[in-house]
């Protein structure tokens, strides 16, 4: 079963705006942890931002901010005041007990791309 | 200081051949981690190391593939009698410990292209 979904295998957005990349979760475990990351054409996973399931508040970095909605179980990325080198493919990903806290499970993954 | 190291970036090589795909990870970093990233598709796990044992290998796809970790250190992921759908970017990650906010830090990948 799949347990991280991203619905936008693409997303445009005007440098300097804001833009929200979507990720619903499934999991039975009340304890799990939420990552994004980004590829770049390099390759190379580069974290961006991490979310506890116990957390109270929404997780914040720089121009990144997750909004977690547990009951939902959706944890978007926004990123705010886009940026040339924003353009990339961003992955959603889960740590639950069920997989086991060794092993991340990917979403598909969304390619941004960032217009002057 | 120095992140995860994959060599070789890129290997090709025919099919029925065997490869070595090594990786460095952060040094005090006790866990690592394999995966391997189809193309159009997020990275799936293969094997994870706790120190020097396998602690999950459930996502290795069958027994041509196997990787070892003999100091604890620097690991290599074996594949025999490779295939051309084992194509794809193997990407190595560390990370301090496994709790569920550990974060994994991850190399550059090795591209390898069966033909």
């Known amino acids: 079963a799949q347990k991280i979904t991203q619905t936008q295998p693409g997303m445009f957005v005007q440098e300097k705006e804001a833009v929200t990349l979507d990720c619903t979760y499934d999991?039975?475990?009340?304890?799990?942890?939420l990552f994004w990351y980004k590829q770049p054409s390099s390759g190379e996973m580069i974290f961006l931002i991490y979310q506890g399931s116990y957390d109270q508040q929404n997780a914040t970095e720089g121009r990144y901010s997750l909004n977690f909605q547990k009951a939902r179980k959706s944890a978007n990325l926004v990123i705010s005041a886009s940026q040339l080198g924003d353009s990339a493919m961003y992955f959603c990903a889960m740590r639950d007990l069920i997989s086991g806290y060794s092993t991340l499970t990917f979403g598909k993954g969304t390619m941004l791309l960032v217009s002057p | 200081g120095a992140g995860v190291s994959q060599t070789p970036s890129n290997k090709v090589t025919e099919k029925g051949k065997y490869v070595e795909l090594r990786c460095d990870p952060i040094?005090?970093?006790?866990?690592l981690y394999w995966y391997r990233q189809s193309l159009g598709q997020g990275p799936e796990f293969l094997i994870y190391?706790?120190?020097?044992?396998?602690?999950?290998d459930s996502g290795l796809p069958n027994d041509r593939f196997f990787a070892v970790r003999p100091e604890g250190s620097v690991s290599t992921l074996k594949i025999q009698r490779t295939e051309r759908g084992d194509s794809a970017v193997y990407l190595c990650a560390s990370s301090f410990g496994q709790s569920p906010n550990n974060e994994q830090f991850f190399g550059p990948g090795t591209r390898l292209t069966v033909l």
């Open positions: 999991t039975s475990d009340p304890s799990y942890g």
């Open positions: 040094s005090g970093h006790t866990a």
């Open positions: 190391f706790q120190g020097t044992g396998a602690a999950d």
